[in-house]
């Protein structure tokens, strides 16, 4: 499986982005979708997941701001990021779980940079 990340960029503080993953490859069946993030100098973090056909999990730093979703049918997640803060710098990666067998799928980042 191969996830292709887009969507970043540079934005202004209290603008918004949408992000963009989209997997591909021999794919069964994609249990969990989400996006995580790695700030310079701190450890890759999760941001968002979202199960197929479960609720979605937040990070508490971005409720109410961020959104995950994903379709299903073409295999792509997205997270529309609003009201974007300069905290939320850093380079965004997609990933893809498969529970049986267990296999964990990484795109490659995108960056995100939130500046004035």
């Known amino acids: 499986v191969q996830l292709q990340a887009s969507g970043g960029g540079l934005v202004q503080p209290g603008g918004s982005l949408r992000l963009s993953c989209a997997a591909s490859g021999s794919i069964v069946r994609i249990n969990v979708m989400g996006w995580y993030r790695q700030a310079p100098g701190n450890q890759r973090e999760l941001v968002a997941t979202?199960?197929?056909?479960?609720?979605?999990n937040y990070v508490d730093s971005v409720k109410g701001r961020f959104t995950i979703s994903r379709d299903n049918a073409k295999n792509t997640v997205y997270l529309q990021m609003t009201s974007l803060k300069p905290e939320d710098t850093a380079v965004y990666y997609c990933?893809?779980?498969?529970?049986?067998?267990?296999?964990?799928?990484w795109g490659q980042g995108t960056q995100v940079t939130v500046s004035s």
């Open positions: 979202i199960p197929s056909g479960g609720a979605a």
């Open positions: 990933n893809a779980q498969v529970f049986f067998p267990y296999s964990n799928y």
